[in-house]
């Protein structure tokens, strides 16, 4: 089966600009995430969706980020303006499980984000 | 909020040596999910572990869930070339997300 497919795979921007990162999860998983993953450090989850509705976006900066998942399939996460310590790897992840029931998570290839 | 501690942070180890990393939680944990990071890649599953006190084996890798359900290990023995990477935990406490360790990277000289 194909994976977790995102895009663009880099993209460099200098600070205040905005970015748009594409995810389309695993066909038939209901739940996806995002999460920042800055270097030497853990994946840090941003959002986490159950189809189209949000289950958890307590850690999303919401002054600056942003994130949908209109139809429950693909989802788009933006940052605007972006900050220098925005400067990371966007990673998009899906589950077959639902939300509140743990497994495993399969990431996609992720986005690395340069800010200058 | 809930934080994961993982240690070492490196480890650089022969090729043949056994490696193991340690996993700490400050809460109790519900689950805990290892995860394998290769350089320039996205983190794949390993294992999920549940009850307390649990063991899993596959191949060369060895994880342990703590008694208490706040600690785990993982051990690799007669490592190989292709065990380098970035070992992460990640645990669930009550109705958390997963919360990630900062990983423990292995360097294995040939």
């Known amino acids: 089966e194909a994976g977790v497919a995102q895009s663009p795979r880099y993209k460099i921007i200098e600070k205040r600009q905005s970015v748009a990162f594409w995810c389309n999860p695993i066909?038939?998983?209901?739940?996806l995430y995002w999460y920042q993953q800055i270097l030497g450090q853990g994946p840090k989850l941003l959002i986490q969706?159950?189809?189209?509705?949000?289950?958890?976006d307590s850690q999303l900066p919401k002054d600056r980020f942003s994130a949908e998942r209109l139809k429950g399939v693909d989802s788009t996460l933006k940052i605007q303006p972006a900050k220098l310590e925005d400067s990371a790897v966007y990673l998009c992840?899906?589950?077959?499980?639902?939300?509140?029931?743990?497994?495993?998570?399969?990431f996609g290839p992720g986005t690395r984000l340069t800010v200058l | 909020g809930q934080q994961v501690m993982q240690i070492p942070q490196y480890q650089h180890v022969q090729e043949g040596e056994d490696f193991t990393t340690y996993c700490n939680s400050s809460?109790?944990?519900?689950?805990i999910q290892w995860y394998k990071q290769r350089p320039g890649g996205h983190p794949v599953f390993l294992i999920q572990?549940?009850?307390?006190?649990e063991v899993k084996k596959q191949k060369r890798l060895t994880f342990q869930f703590g008694e208490a359900k706040k600690n785990s290990s993982l051990h690799i023995t007669a490592t190989q070339t292709t065990d380098v990477g970035t070992y992460f935990c990640a645990g669930v406490s009550g109705n958390t997300p997963l919360v990630f360790g900062k990983g423990t990277r292995l360097s294995v000289i040939a």
């Open positions: 809460t109790t944990l519900s689950n």
């Open positions: 066909s038939g998983h209901a739940t």
């Open positions: 572990l549940v009850k307390s006190g």
């Open positions: 992840a899906s589950s077959s499980l639902p939300s509140g029931i743990a497994g495993e998570q399969f």
């Open positions: 969706f159950q189809n189209n509705g949000v289950v958890d």
